[in-house]
């Protein structure tokens, strides 16, 4: 009976050893699955995701789940508090579905089935993950996403590339509340590296930089050109589509001229690796180069002040005077700030106590930030 015993444990232990290196060497060929967060300033979290849109989503809930939760139900509420100022803005064929009694989601899940045609699958499906995880209905998550893209935005972009130097600066003002803030890092399977600065519950691009060294920000949404009929792909999605299939600004180009889009506004996009930058004004899906740096003085920009702060913008600064004396005098980040400089990444965002202008800057190595 012994001799028996020991002999099926020797066939099981030698069944298992094979099992082993069979697994070890099957694991060899995976690409390592890295996802972690770290809190870097108060309200403001770095993450780094792999894998799947999907698998991203789900490791971004499970990271940020608690905090997702609350900050959802803050903007509900402020988005039900102010929603004729909001409605005022959406899409003229949501406008006719909807009456007093239609709650803020369902009207941002309409703005949904107007657009869902096309919004492509791997950024739903990022939203989906999150879901999962979170259990907050996908329904809710991307009726807030969608009412960001209508929200009155007083952002600036500013880039200089004197010195064969590129600085690069975006402030994000939307009217919302303060919420807590995420740089995501994403690094998609069988794609290039990228990151985006945004409110925890906003997943659509708007501070983006790619691993390759594109830059691309939004400023100046112009309501009184804007079309209400329009149906198209949303600003912040466009922006994942450029950080993905753009090496440089050629692609972004080809991007933007065969895109339907349902903005008005401008875009500034940069190469650091050709110290170049465009701004293109789009108007009533019409793509225009607004300024090109190699035509204006090595020196690119867009604002809303309606030539009320104008002349601060033509002007090259270097890195300390646009924190110490640019950003605080035109007041322009009620949200964050993020500045591109000599191959580090310059963050700041609102606390309790400090608008982003006025608050301390996060420095970021660029390369290391894309390390995973």
């Not at 369902?106 to 107007?114: A, F, K, N, P, V």
């Not at 594109?214 to 589509?241: A, E």
């Not at 170049?276 to 190699?294: A, E, F, P, T």
Request: glycine content about 2%; hydrophobic content about 40%; overall charge positive.
């Amino acid at each position: 009976m012994n001799i028996i015993f020991w002999l099926i444990q020797i066939i099981k232990s030698f069944i298992n050893k094979i099992k082993n290196l069979f697994c070890i060497n099957i694991n060899k060929n995976k690409k390592k699955i890295n996802f972690r967060k770290e809190k870097i300033s108060e309200n403001l979290y770095l993450l780094k995701l792999s894998g799947t849109y999907y698998n991203m989503g789900k490791q971004y809930g499970s990271l940020m789940k608690n905090i997702i939760i609350k900050d959802v139900d803050i903007l509900n509420d402020y988005l039900e508090l102010n929603r004729f100022k909001i409605i005022k803005n959406i899409n003229y064929n949501v406008q006719q579905k909807i009456n007093n009694n239609t709650s803020i989601i369902d009207i941002g899940y309409l703005l949904y089935l107007e657009f869902s045609y096309f919004i492509p699958d791997y950024y739903l499906n990022f939203i989906r993950g999150i879901a999962e995880i979170t259990e907050i209905n996908f329904k809710t998550l991307i009726s807030i996403n969608l009412f960001a893209e209508f929200n009155l935005n007083n952002s600036i972009v500013y880039s200089s590339f004197k010195n064969r130097k590129t600085l690069a600066i975006k402030t994000l003002d939307l009217d919302f509340p303060r919420l807590n803030q995420s740089i995501i890092v994403f690094n998609p399977n069988r794609y290039d590296s990228y990151l985006n600065f945004n409110l925890s519950i906003l997943f659509g691009g708007t501070s983006m930089i790619s691993k390759l060294g594109i830059i691309i920000n939004s400023s100046n949404f112009d309501y009184t050109n804007y079309s209400y009929k329009n149906r198209g792909l949303p600003i912040s999605v466009l922006f994942h589509n450029i950080m993905l299939f753009s090496r440089n600004l050629l692609d972004v180009k080809k991007i933007l001229n065969k895109t339907k889009l349902i903005n008005n506004l401008d875009i500034s996009v940069i190469d650091i690796n050709n110290n170049h930058g465009i701004v293109y004004k789009i108007d009533d899906n019409m793509i225009s180069v607004h300024q090109n740096s190699r035509n204006h003085d090595s020196l690119i920009y867009s604002n809303n002040f309606n030539n009320h702060l104008n002349f601060y913008f033509d002007y090259h600064y270097n890195l300390d005077k646009a924190i110490e004396n640019f950003l605080p005098t035109i007041k322009s980040g009620n949200l964050h700030i993020m500045i591109y400089y000599d191959n580090n990444i310059y963050v700041s965002n609102t606390s309790k106590k400090f608008l982003a202008y006025d608050n301390d800057y996060i420095k970021l190595n660029f390369k290391k930030i894309f390390n995973f």
